[in-house]
């Protein structure tokens, strides 16, 4: 796949416009198979709405008759849907999202948002605790816990149970903890580490430990103090998030070499030679092919251009951008 790279008269980054078709280069009059989903342009948005908005802006400027919109997340979904208001085209750009937080289910049933993939964190931060805690008592854990995402349309039913405890556990008040749990995810103040925070909370708490669950607001050097500090305070395992997979590698060697167990949860350690017990997380690929699937459908026989607004550096985000092209891929063979 070839790519160039095209500045942009307004924008104060540069856009990467993808030629599809080998050998071809391919930007804004991009030629395509009747049907076919063309991907002309990746942006990143940081999965913020603000940069979202920014990077459909600008996607708007270059591809202005683009057909779709996948977005990695709510955040960059919803700032997409700003941008497409703005400039009145909201009934011509599909936006598929990625998350199905309470925002983006709202624009969903709205029919801003066509459908998300949906994470379920909640899920994730009680799993996360369960494995901790079977580790702790001599079981054995699985390294790798997958939680499907599903995909949720204006058609989808919401489900009467919700996402954080409502009546949760009181914790180790009146009783002996069995030890202090910390954890740390990238960006406390998004709403889905909130949901993870409360259902590993509860869960430590049914389960007699304390737990510590801090952000480290996407700086690295931040986090890896974050366990530095949770190594004095001798927590007896680890919950980490990392905010770059490769660089927080010295960290989990740390607590590695003081023999603390650490697991991940929603984004993998890929550092060498650092070690994590097990990993907890959303298929992010299975979910990337529901986005693309949705895409298909929603484009329908004519098919069109579409933008991708993804997070690099990010592996969670890098993996449903893979399944989605993945899906759209397989469906243009089939139009050769």
Request: overall charge negative.
């Amino acid at each position: 796949m070839k790519k160039f790279t095209v500045p942009l008269i307004t924008a104060l980054t540069t856009v990467t416009f993808i030629g599809c078709n080998k050998g071809k280069d391919q930007g804004q009059n991009t030629a395509q198979v009747e049907g076919q989903i063309v991907i002309v342009a990746e942006l990143s948005g940081d999965g913020k709405r603000d940069k979202g908005f920014k990077a459909a802006e600008d996607a708007l400027q270059r591809v202005p008759d683009m057909r779709g919109i996948f977005a990695i997340n709510d955040p960059s979904g919803l700032g997409a849907v700003g941008a497409l208001e703005k400039a009145g085209k909201l009934d011509q750009v599909t936006v598929i999202a990625f998350d199905g937080m309470p925002a983006g289910k709202k624009a969903i049933k709205e029919g801003k948002i066509y459908a998300d993939p949906i994470q379920h964190p909640d899920k994730i931060g009680r799993e996360c605790i369960k494995a901790i805690v079977a580790y702790l008592s001599g079981e054995e854990v699985k390294p790798n816990i997958d939680i499907p995402a599903t995909l949720y349309t204006k058609d989808s039913v919401d489900s009467d149970e919700p996402l954080t405890p409502e009546n949760p556990a009181d914790g180790t008040a009146d009783k002996k903890s069995r030890g202090l749990i910390g954890a740390t995810c990238m960006d406390i103040a998004n709403p889905f580490f909130k949901v993870i925070e409360a259902n590993m909370r509860d869960e430590a708490a049914q389960h007699g430990y304390d737990l510590i669950y801090l952000g480290a607001e996407n700086d690295i050097s931040k986090q890896q103090k974050q366990i530095k500090d949770f190594l004095v305070k001798e927590v007896v395992a680890i919950a980490l998030n990392p905010t770059n997979s490769q660089a927080i590698g010295t960290a989990v060697k740390e607590a590695n070499n003081a023999n603390v167990p650490v697991f991940s949860f929603d984004v993998r350690v890929q550092a060498e030679g650092a070690k994590v017990v097990s990993h907890v997380g959303t298929d992010n690929a299975q979910g990337g092919e529901l986005a693309g699937q949705a895409m298909i459908d929603a484009l329908g026989e004519e098919g069109g251009k579409v933008v991708i607004i993804d997070y690099r550096g990010v592996e969670s985000c890098i993996e449903r951008v893979n399944g989605f092209k993945k899906v759209i891929d397989a469906h243009n063979a089939k139009l050769q």
